[in-house]
């Protein structure tokens, strides 16, 4: 993998991340983020033979920013 790859692969992450922390701070559900933020048509298509995936990663990818962003905070170690 060259640096630009990675560069670009980590923008894509952060675009998911700020995408699923707006419809969170908007107060929308679980499942209004995973049908409303959808990534479909800027970052596919997937690899060739997989488009069959896109509607598992969507979920996915919605599900679990939405799982991780709205955990309750760990409680501080005593």
Known sequence: MTKAYLDMQRSVLLEWKSAVAAAVA???????????VDFRDRFGPVDIGQGYMMDHI??????????????????PAR
């Open 26 to 36: 908007k107060g929308w559900t679980r499942e209004e983020t995973i049908a409303r």
């Open 58 to 75: 969507q979920t996915l990818n919605a599900a679990s920013l939405y799982d991780k962003l709205t955990r309750p905070a760990a409680a």
